[in-house]
């Protein structure tokens, strides 16, 4: 795909599941500090309401990024994450579970030395009993023509 062929309103997806696994979990929690026992301790964690520990909300997000390189496959056009608008997590992401996305194209606007892209991600889960994402968010990527 060209970006140039890109369209506001365009859709891409369902991507590629990734895999949440206990131990991406685990890794998440030691790369950000965040050892709160509901996403590390498997044993306390099947007393809460989830019946299990769950991904960090910004471990959640960060599953963005996999989906956009799996659906948004430019020739020469290297992305950079410029921001993220609007983020919301309505379900919890059990580890264990597996995730995949959707994406719709937002703005799309020129931006000294590129172009500025807003993008409509949902994620979700394959466990879910009730459909409910575990992440919906506006991202803004900045796209650059490689050499």
């Known amino acids: 795909m060209q970006l140039q062929d890109l369209r506001p309103g365009a859709t891409f997806g369902p991507s590629q599941w990734v895999e949440v696994t206990q131990a991406r979990v685990d890794a998440f929690a030691d790369a950000t500090d965040d050892h709160q026992w509901i996403h590390v301790d498997p044993e306390r964690a099947r007393s809460s309401q989830w019946g299990g520990t769950i991904a960090h909300g910004w471990l959640s997000l960060a599953l963005v990024a996999p989906v956009v390189f ?47 892209i807003a993008v409509d991600a949902t994620l979700e889960q394959d466990m879910s009993t009730d459909g409910k994402p575990v992440c919906v968010a506006r991202i803004l990527l900045q796209a650059t023509e490689s050499r």
Do not use: H, K, S, W
């Open 70 to 116: 799996d659906l948004l496959q430019f020739e020469r056009t290297m992305l950079i994450n410029y921001g993220a608008e609007r983020v919301r997590f309505p379900a919890p992401l059990p580890a264990g579970a597996c995730v995949r996305g959707r994406l719709t194209i937002g703005e799309i606007t020129t931006v000294g030395g590129g172009t500025r």
